[in-house]
């Protein structure tokens, strides 16, 4: 079967590269608006981009942008992206966790809440399989994190100590 991929730049590059070398050498906290970003991505191309489309390509981005450059993009909403400052990184990753921890949550109330009795056999087996595993999976998500909380908790509320500081 043949691909239906084909390369829509004459120098060869993807929508990923063309992000990547915008963004690789950007300082933190630089912003990249939609105009620009949409130019960039038409740029060697028969096909003009819209604003709309320029999230999917930053998402696809996104894994590359990380490991390469050890950089991630932010949405600044109606604007365009920024390059995230390396402390705001946590703050983004909790996000995405907690979207993830949603989405695991939803996966499983779509398992637990069908109608059995409108499956085959080999459907019902594998969806109490997918159940099974889902469902412990999740359930050590949940309390591997409350165990996380706790030790962040308790590392917040106790004090620093400053090893320069006089003593009393």
Same mark, same amino acid.
């Given at each position: 079967m043949?691909?239906?991929f084909?390369? +829509?730049?004459?120098?060869g590059r993807?929508n990923?590269?063309? *992000? /990547? #070398?915008? $963004? @690789?050498g950007a300082?933190p906290?630089?912003?990249?608006e ?13 096909r003009?981009?819209k ?9 696809? +981005? ?5 490991q390469?450059h050890?950089r *991630? /993009? #932010?949405? $600044? @909403? ?12 946590n ?9 993830a921890?949603v ?7 779509t ?7 409108e499956?085959t056999?080999?459907?019902?087996? /594998?969806?109490?399989?997918t159940?099974?595993?889902?469902g412990?999976?999740?359930?050590q998500?949940?309390s ?14 106790s004090?620093?100590?400053d090893p ?5």
């Amino acid at each position: 079967m043949a691909s239906s991929f084909t390369v +829509a730049r004459a120098d060869g590059r993807s929508n990923v590269d063309v *992000v /990547l #070398e915008l $963004v @690789k050498g950007a300082e933190p906290g630089h912003l990249f608006e939609y105009g620009v970003l949409c130019e960039v991505l038409s740029d060697g191309t028969e096909r003009v981009y819209k604003a709309r489309e320029v999230p999917n390509v930053v998402r696809s +981005a996104q894994s590359r942008l990380l490991q390469e450059h050890k950089r *991630v /993009l #932010e949405c $600044v @909403k109606t604007v365009g992206y920024r390059v995230a400052l390396a402390g705001d990184h946590n703050r983004l990753a909790t996000g995405r966790v907690r979207k993830a921890d949603v989405q695991m949550k939803l996966g499983l109330k779509t398992l637990q809440h069908v109608r059995w009795d409108e499956m085959t056999e080999n459907q019902r087996k /594998l969806a109490e399989g997918t159940l099974m595993v889902l469902g412990a999976l999740y359930h050590q998500q949940q309390s591997m994190e409350k165990r996380l909380s706790a030790v962040e908790n308790a590392i917040a509320m106790s004090k620093v100590v400053d090893p320069s500081a006089p003593k009393k």
